[in-house]
């Protein structure tokens, strides 16, 4: 794995060695950070269902202004821990189930990246939660098994793309 655009460029992340974390694709999150290239520079973004905190790097790599990485597992935010280690960036790591996390959250966050387990059923938990800590103008991103389907509300859907069996959905108040 590793970043592939910005001020961290080419700059290898640790190798995933877990069977809990799905890794996004390089297709995916190339695809991902090049639709929102013009949206991401000056954003607070929160990471929810880290993993190895790739996704939220690779943010940051593209000039958003904070990441806050969150998952519950304790390798995960070890391995995120570490990738930021590893690129010299200062950025906070929580240690927390994202319910929970989301339940107690003050924050308002402009990008909200969503790739928690497939057919784990956190979607329809967290996506109500997320409302009051979105800005009116930002964005949610859930990447999903393609055949899944979810109620999004309260949130609308403004965009969607599949890449085989992966699909990025891109939601708006």
């Known amino acids: 794995m ?4 910005g001020i961290y460029k080419d700059r290898k992340l640790l190798e995933n060695k877990y069977d ?4 996004t694709t390089d297709k ?6 090049v639709k929102l290239q013009f949206f991401v ?9 880290c993993g190895t905190g790739a996704m939220g790097i690779e943010a940051l790599s593209r000039g958003a202004e904070s990441v806050l990485f969150v998952d519950k597992d304790y390798r995960s935010c070890n391995m995120t821990k570490e990738n930021l ?4 960036i200062d ?3 929580v240690k927390c189930d994202a319910v929970k996390f989301v339940e107690v959250c003050k924050e308002r966050y402009d990008l909200i990246i969503l790739d928690p387990p497939y057919k784990s059923g956190l979607y329809e938990k967290v996506l109500p939660k997320l409302y009051d800590i979105l800005n009116d103008d930002g964005i949610i991103v859930c990447e999903h098994a393609s055949n899944d389907n979810f109620d999004y509300a309260p949130f609308e859907v403004y965009d969607e793309k ?3 069996n992966i699909t990025l959905t891109y939601l708006q108040k």
């Open 2 to 5: 590793r970043v592939d655009s």
């Open 162 to 164: 599949k890449y085989g």
């Open 28 to 33: 995916v999150k190339q695809a991902l950070f």
């Open 91 to 93: 950025a906070k790591v």
């Open 20 to 23: 809990h974390i799905r890794p």
């Open 85 to 88: 280690k590893n690129l010299n």
């Open 41 to 49: 520079p000056n954003k607070k973004v929160l990471d929810l269902f």
